[in-house]
């Protein structure tokens, strides 16, 4: 370590994203990217690009894609914030909603950037567990003396709770910010709660465009709320890297929003497979949580979660493993096309 | 503000880039901005892009741009740390190798986000004026208790200092952290102190792409300096935003730094550009200081700063003027193509 590093940047435990292994070919079922392409819109967008006009810098505010997306919910452009991916607006909340040695709450399993962040602003973060059934109880979020974070559906449980239950946390914690992190509600039965905004100035909602438009490459995430809340995100990124969105990620991103007819396309085909694929996992002797995302979270009978993840690497097939007390004996495998998911049951047969 | 903003967010004073004006077409000249295009590379890396694979997340260590840069400075990819702009590098170079309370100096008259940075991370900045003719004097940066961060050449004065007076900073600070941040050294007659990266371990240099490579859209920035150093940036980097460059800003920054024909060929037409219209702007009057960069720091004998910007904007040309005590008489203007200098020059003797 440098000699020059700060003491808070030494204590840091950076994240470790999937591997991006390249020395043979994978199926890939390990970062829950979207097996199909993004939509052709995008593929256009780029070819449109004009090279020449990669010399000026982009528009800071990016203010077609804050009005497309804006369009694309029923909002205001000053309702929407645009980030590169929404880790980078996830990181800007926690910079711009918290002090130092302010409390954060989040479930004690869910996306592991959550305590990364919390460690970066200096945090007490409080984990509130999930049940044995690694549901969240809400009524563990009562009256809390500090921000929360839920990320919903969960990752990587893949289970979600109902707008009511959210509406019932925001209700017991009208001083504090909820933020619900929605990079899987595409996949969900109950989608998204971005219609609960104008009634709770105290809920933020976090998108992606990484999983269900399959844009995980162009990094374009988002964050839905009151004017309020997001010109307080503006307001870090003005701070800190204000163009933060190349013309292309803006081009393309635009070009993803708008085509619905293709995002429902794409999920009704993942929501497809996750559910045959859960199925035929479930007749084997696994145990698979019913899903509302786009993957699943799943217990083989006999094999410990790291080890089969070792074992589906052998034979070509890449997924996730959190070597975390309480979720070690399970693997997270991403959904891809049928036939990814036909080669992965094919696989797990013969495991056993 | 929101009631949610946290004490230290509100307290911000976030940076103002130069306008991005679209009423009318503007010959801009107000973001330091290359006039030419990026090189033909950059134009084949976009045609060849694999917009399918923009499903995926990128590298998140660049590896072929991190080597392609290292190649181009005959140094290893691990003396080198890739950004989304130098902005993001210098955001995370703040957050690296600073705690909260200590000391960073930098010149009384430099880049307006080092004091922006300072305030993100709660450090306390100490501005160390420059002369009266906006020349770094080199012996007031002796000994100091705290990191240094010199812009070399400086912005907005065009100035430089040389390798020998960096070394000498270096060495009379062999436990402080001396960041050179080189985003217009293509334009100086010193070129870079990447030379020095191996004799003094307390160098860290940063640059962009923006400039002299035209690759202001695509934010593209990097450090440059010893493994440990790097390694300090890119665990910032895994505790904030891993996936930070796009695998279209990896191809086209990748094409953009293996053309050094076309790097020598763009930054020789900028400053005979530079130099022509600098004389003929001393002819009229004015004071031009002697620039190693891609703009003009210079003063009407009649008209104020603030007010020459608003006739030049009048007649179509944007320029960029800072309302700071000490420069408030001065504006900033970006050395564009012999065509754009020609105009300003017509509409500059007009005002007289």
Do not use: W
Request: glycine share 8%; charged share 25%.
């Amino acid at each position: 370590m440098s000699k020059f590093l700060g003491k808070s940047a030494a204590a840091l435990t950076p994240y470790v994203p999937g591997e991006q292994l390249t020395d043979r070919v994978y199926i890939k079922l390990n970062a829950n990217e979207c097996p199909y392409p993004p939509s052709p819109g995008v593929e256009r967008a780029l070819r449109d690009a004009e090279y020449r006009a990669l010399r000026l810098y982009p528009d800071a505010e990016a203010k077609a894609l804050h009005a497309a997306v804006a369009k694309f919910h029923g909002l205001t452009s000053q309702e929407v914030y645009m980030g590169a991916g929404s880790d980078e607006v996830l990181g800007y909340a926690f910079m711009a909603f918290f002090d130092k040695g302010d409390k954060v709450y989040y479930p004690g399993i869910t996306y592991g950037f959550y305590p990364i962040y919390a460690q970066l602003c200096g945090l007490e973060a409080v984990e509130i567990p999930v049940r044995e059934d690694f549901t969240i109880a809400v009524s563990d979020y009562y009256g809390l003396d500090g921000n929360i974070i839920i990320a919903n559906p969960n990752a990587p449980t893949s289970l979600a709770i109902t707008p009511e239950e959210v509406e019932d946390i925001l209700n017991h914690n009208p001083d504090r910010l909820v933020i619900i992190d929605e990079a899987y509600a595409d996949f969900s039965e109950n989608k998204t709660v971005v219609p609960l905004l104008r009634k709770y100035d105290n809920l933020m909602v976090v998108q992606t465009f990484s999983k269900s438009r399959a844009m995980a490459g162009m990094r374009v995430g988002c964050a839905l709320g009151n004017p309020e809340l997001m010109a307080g995100l503006t307001r870090i990124k003005f701070s800190f890297n204000p163009f933060n969105l190349d013309p292309l990620a803006i081009a393309t991103g635009i070009a993803a929003v708008e085509d619905k007819a293709y995002l429902a396309e794409t999920v009704g085909k993942i929501k497809a497979t996750r559910n045959r694929a859960g199925e035929a996992m479930r007749k084997m002797g696994m145990t698979v949580l019913p899903s509302e995302t786009n993957f699943l979270f799943a217990k083989h009978p006999t094999i410990p979660g790291g080890e089969l993840c070792r074992l589906l690497k052998a034979e070509g097939i890449l997924i996730r493993h959190f070597a975390k007390p309480g979720i070690d004996d399970y693997v997270r495998i991403t959904v891809g096309t049928d036939g990814d998911m036909d080669t992965l049951l094919e696989k797990l047969g013969a495991l056993k």
